[in-house]
């Protein structure tokens, strides 16, 4: 059984910083990407970043560049989203994903978190 547990989000004014952080777990998964995505109300869901587990190649959407950092702690199983200059738009609930082998089956298989909601405020 897979399980992504977020944490970190919250209210914080325009220009603020907040960190997300993902913990995840799974004995027989072998997780290969872990990736943040965000939606915010009457929009799709959108991915933010994402980290591959072995080499730490990341990718970023445009909108975040130069303010968002995903990073991972391989020994901690965790991925972090450190979110700086935050803006109004960013609001949204930022959900874990992760993309991996089940290593029962050898499926692709995608696991999400519940979501964790983040609030700019003016």
């Known amino acids: 059984q897979v399980q992504l547990v977020e944490s970190g989000g919250g209210l914080v004014q325009a220009g603020g910083s907040l960190r997300l952080s993902c913990v995840a777990s799974?004995?027989?998964?072998?997780?290969?990407?872990i990736g943040w995505y965000r939606q915010a109300p009457g929009k799709q869901r959108e991915l933010v970043a994402r980290?591959?587990?072995?080499?730490?190649?990341?990718d970023y959407v445009d909108s975040v560049k130069g303010r968002f950092t995903i990073s991972r702690d391989n020994a901690k199983n965790t991925v972090y989203l450190q979110m700086n200059s935050l803006k109004l738009e960013d609001t949204a609930v930022y959900y874990c994903c992760a993309d991996g082998v089940d290593l029962a089956t050898f499926l692709q298989r995608t696991y999400w978190g519940q979501g964790t909601q983040v609030t700019v405020s003016s």
């Open positions: 980290i591959d587990t072995d080499d730490g190649r990341t």
């Open positions: 799974g004995s027989t998964f072998s997780f290969q990407r």
